[in-house]
Every structure is written in structure tokens, then in C-alpha cells.
């Protein structure tokens, strides 16, 4: 558990880092300081990097307490998942990831090798696996552990953005909807075991890089985003102000996992589904004239609907409502 990884940090004084420098030092075995758009590497007040003219940049917060819980997530995992929801924006706009910066605020309980043995091997396979390079960053001590993100890419030939929609466009989303939610659920109720792949895409989710890549190739595709908030709100995001949509899930097109949470829960599948947060799938809106390639193109693919000129947002007939909001939290309606 990384509580006792914590504990250990505390009573093993060899296992904590002395310094800040030592502690660069270390990182530095992990993400290399050169690389074919690096100018200056990490070590002076700032990076000089190469970019490709017009760059695609995001951040995002990954906070204890908030975001993850460690209880249940490795540092493998806070570590993978902190970069991979980044990663996660930069394909959903039809770029690809250059590079980051990491800001780190850090606990007495974590500053240890241990742990950050761990937490970096979680971003450095993606890292390497995408070629992306860490620019550099901040660290501080806090209350709580934090991971600040910065990520830049370079756009494709297309730029996708939301609300680019027609009227008549097919709605299709990469890949499953409502594992992270079951996840989630079934390692705060300690009942992990019985939804392995459930826990999997809410602690080391799936990023569609490779769909993202096949995606952007295909003319008739309108507009594109990620699902981090349940597609129930997502939708109202991705869709063109005075349009609406229609969508038809068949629970037969759920994953099992999925379908067994809600039942447990004793509620509907679909809905179950719609309001769950961090999917990470990608969601977006095709002419109906190319749908056909774009389900050849990208193996998983499923259409759920279409987008409508009648404003009114509908699941298998009935209203939409609820999904992942960061002030409110889960709501259905």
C-alpha cells in the first residue's frame, strides 16, 4: 500500500532525499536532459525548446484528495495518470505531445526514493513510448501531494475544436464508457478484485493516441474532444450552441463490468455509464458520408447517435442530465 511506502520514507532516513539537488539529480536518471528539440536543456532559470511555429498547450492539476487517493493508487499510477489525462487534450485537438513542464508539491510522507522510484517509472514509459520531453518545473513541500501539469504539442493539418457540429453528423465515441466510474466505485467499497478492468482504466487509463492519429486523417470529422466529465455533460460541450442530439446506447453495448456495477448500485446501466468521469475515450461528430471509413479506420469505434436541429439533448428518449462537474461533483439529475 503507499501508506507503508510513507511510513517507511518517515522512519528510514536513507531512503530520503537531503537535498532539492539531490533530488533533481535523481530525476534526471529517469527523463533525459537532451533531446533533437532541445536547445538548453533543465538546470538554468529556464529551457530553451524547439517548437514547430504555432504550438498546442493545456494544463491540468492532479491533486490528493481531489483526483486520486492513495489509498488505492500506486505512484505508478499517480505518476502515469497525471501525464496521461495531459496527453489526453493535446490528441483530442488532433496534435501530437512535445513536450511538459512538471510542477511538484510534495509531502514529508513521499519524499523518498521509494516512492519516486515508482511515480517517475509511471510517466517515463509514456514519455518514452511518445516521445515527450520534460522541460523542467518547480518543486515545493505542501499539505497535500500535487502534480501541475503543462503539456505542448504540435498540431496536425487540422486543428479540431468543440462545437464545430452539423446538423445530420453521426456522434461516435473509441471505447467504453463508465469503467472509471465502476473503478472507482469498487476500490472505495474494497470489492477491486471483482472488476479488474474496471480498477485498470480508473487508475492507468487507456489514451487513444493511436485512434486519435487515424481520426484526424478522415475529412468528413467535425468536430472532437475527450470525455473526462461522462459524455451525459460532455455532449452540451461538443455540440454547436442550438443543436441537440440524439442518442441511442444499448446496454448490450456496455462493458460487462460496467453493467454489473450498476446493478449492484441498482441503477440503470446507460445512465450509470453517461455520468461517469475520466473515460478518456474520444468523442466527437462525423457527416454521415464518412462514418462507414471512420468505423473501418478505428477498430472500437461505436456511433451513439446524431446531432439534431431541435436543441433538446435526448438518451434512448428520455432528457439528459448529470455528469462530473468540479463544483457540484457527480450529479444525475
Known amino acids: 500500500m503507499v501508506g507503508d511506502i510513507g511510513l517507511m520514507c518517515m522512519s528510514n532516513k536513507l531512503d530520503r532525499f537531503g537535498s532539492e539537488e539531490e533530488f533533481l539529480k535523481f530525476l534526471d536518471t529517469f527523463f ?60 483530442s485537438m488532433g496534435g501530437r505531445a512535445l513536450g511538459f513542464n512538471m510542477c511538484l508539491m510534495l509531502t514529508k510522507r513521499d519524499s523518498c526514493r521509494e516512492f519516486f522510484n515508482d511515480f517517475f517509472n509511471g510517466m517515463k514509459g509514456l514519455c518514452d513510448k511518445y516521445d515527450i520531453y520534460l522541460a523542467g518545473g518547480d518543486i515545493s513541500f505542501a499539505q497535500k501531494f500535487c ?43 474494497g470489492i477491486q478484485g471483482n472488476f479488474p478492468e474496471s480498477v485498470e482504466a480508473h487508475l492507468t487509463p487507456y489514451i487513444p493516441v493511436k485512434e486519435a492519429e487515424k481520426i ?55 445512465v450509470f455509464a453517461g455520468i461517469g468521469g475520466e473515460d478518456y475515450v474520444l468523442m466527437g461528430s462525423c ?26 439533448f435526448l438518451i434512448n428518449g428520455q432528457q439528459i442530465k448529470g455528469g462530473f462537474d468540479h463544483f457540484g461533483g457527480m450529479t444525475n439529475g
Request: net charge positive; charged share 30%; with cysteine.
Open 287 to 312: 457527416r454521415e458520408e464518412g462514418i462507414y471509413s471512420l468505423k473501418e479506420e478505428v477498430p472500437g469505434l461505436l456511433v451513439i447517435g446524431r446531432v439534431t436541429d431541435k436543441g433538446k
Open 147 to 189: 502534480v501541475d501539469i503543462t503539456i505542448w504539442g504540435e498540431p496536425g493539418k487540422r486543428i479540431f475544436q468543440r462545437k464545430r457540429s452539423k446538423v445530420g453528423d453521426k456522434i461516435f465515441i473509441t471505447g467504453p464508457i463508465g469503467l472509471s466510474r465502476a473503478g472507482l466505485i469498487a476500490l472505495s467499497q
Open 32 to 91: 533525459p536532459n537532451k533531446g533533437k528539440r532541445v536547445v538548453i536543456g533543465r538546470g538554468d532559470d529556464c529551457s530553451l525548446i524547439k517548437t514547430p511555429g504555432k504550438i498546442l498547450i493545456s494544463s491540468d492539476i492532479f491533486l490528493e484528495g481531489v483526483h486520486f487517493d492513495k489509498r488505492y493508487f500506486s505512484p505508478y499510477a499517480i505518476g502515469y495518470k497525471s501525464l496521461a489525462v495531459n496527453i489526453s487534450d493535446i490528441i
Open 216 to 270: 484526424v486523417k478522415n475529412p468528413y470529422v467535425n468536430t472532437l474532444m475527450d470525455v473526462s466529465d461522462g459524455i451525459f455533460k460532455d455532449i452540451y460541450r461538443l455540440i454547436r450552441p442550438g443543436q441537440g442530439a440524439e442518442l441511442e446506447i444499448p446496454i448490450k453495448e456496455l462493458h460487462n463490468e460496467v453493467i454489473e456495477m450498476a446493478c449492484l448500485l441498482k441503477e440503470d446501466p446507460v
